[in-house]
């Protein structure tokens, strides 16, 4: 529990942890910190450490002055040079260590981790490069949030001012309003015409375009949720229309099954007293004599149990009467004249 008040910011006594991954972010956090604890040290560790030089009254001169002639005074200056090296130690792990350890100034251990990790001027300078054509070609894209826009511009331009300190954030707010997608048209209008470019913070803005942000998302969930609302609203109208379409397909198809089953029917009865061949009548009439008594047959016509209608010699009563002729009842008079034939 006692090693917990030391870890990284939870104590104001430990410096912040090395990055070698995010040295800038780093490089400014531990700027901070040492200058928050004494501008002495801050001192020492970029300009170099305070030499053991003393005012001598009596030469006029700057002296360098032993380490028992020193006074109080110049012996707290020169412990602020252990004091740094100290600090910078706090905050490296051991692999960095072994990198720095021969240094002899905190200058020196200062110098060799902006080279080894930031690079020399030439090296600086290309970084400068990459950074300023990201600068110039950032874009945001529509589905992007003002949040995460924020941050990737907000990377580019910190770096930019960690790695060159003349470079100059004033042109920030109208390279992020130039950087937005043309659906914010009319709200970067609106803040061009009310607002001065000149004196309006990043951060102000940025807090203006994340209330209209806002706005637009209500707008789109309303508009999203009517869509929806409609497209419920049309299948629940299809679905009515295809069940009243399968009922009425199915009452139809009941229709046409019962007119076939009525349709057989008939013909089925109407197969019974088909008219047949001639030749096959004989064989008809026989197997009806075999099926009554002679005593049951008669014609139709007369009434003669002797002969059949077809056999009858009366005429009909009505010419126009429809005749029954080996069984088959005939709306023309094709049967008549069978009959007149079976006279002859």
């Keep these: 529990m006692e090693s917990e008040k030391y870890l990284e910011g939870q104590s104001m006594q430990r410096p912040p942890l090395f990055e070698s991954d995010g040295f800038i972010y780093w490089k400014n956090r531990f700027e901070t910190y040492v200058k928050s604890k004494d501008l002495d040290l801050w001192h020492v560790i970029t300009d170099g450490d305070f030499p053991p030089i003393q005012f001598n009254p009596e030469t006029k001169k700057d002296e360098i002055v032993s380490f ?55 090296v600086k300078a290309n970084k400068i490069d990459l950074l300023v054509q990201q600068y110039e070609q950032f874009m945001i894209p529509e589905e992007e949030s003002i949040d995460n826009a924020f941050a990737k511009f907000n990377t580019i331009i910190t770096s930019l001012k960690a790695l060159d300190e003349s470079f ?62 409609s497209r419920s609203l049309a ?55 075999d099926g009554y008594d002679k005593s049951e047959r008669k014609c139709f016509r007369c009434g003669d149990p002797n002969h059949f209608i077809g056999e009858c010699s009366k005429p009909p009563k009505n010419t126009d009467q429809r005749a029954f002729i080996g069984g088959v009842w005939s709306d023309n008079g094709e049967d008549e004249d069978e009959v007149e034939k079976t006279r002859r």
């Design 235 to 289: 299948l629940k109208v299809k679905k009515e229309v295809s069940d009243e379409d399968s009922s009425s397909s199915d009452s139809e198809d009941e229709e046409y099954a019962m007119a076939v089953k009525e349709f057989k029917k008939f013909f089925k009865r109407r197969g019974r007293f088909a008219r047949q061949p001639r030749g096959d009548r004989k064989t008809f009439q026989r197997s009806r004599n």
């Design 68 to 122: 028992h002639k020193q006074d109080d005074d110049l012996k707290k200056k020169l412990a602020k040079n252990n004091e740094a090296k100290m600090v910078i130690y706090n905050a490296l792990p051991r692999k960095e260590y072994e990198r720095i350890f021969m240094c002899q100034t905190a200058k020196e251990i200062w110098d060799t981790l902006l080279i080894t990790h930031q690079g020399n001027n030439q």
């Design 168 to 229: 100059s954030s004033k042109n920030c707010v109208r390279k992020f309003l130039r950087a937005l997608h043309p659906k914010w048209r009319a709200k970067v209008t609106a803040i061009e015409e009310s607002k001065n470019l000149t004196t309006l913070s990043l951060d102000e803005l940025i807090g203006n375009l994340k209330v209209y942000e806002e706005v637009i998302k209500k707008d789109v969930e309303t508009v999203k949720g009517k869509k929806e609302q």
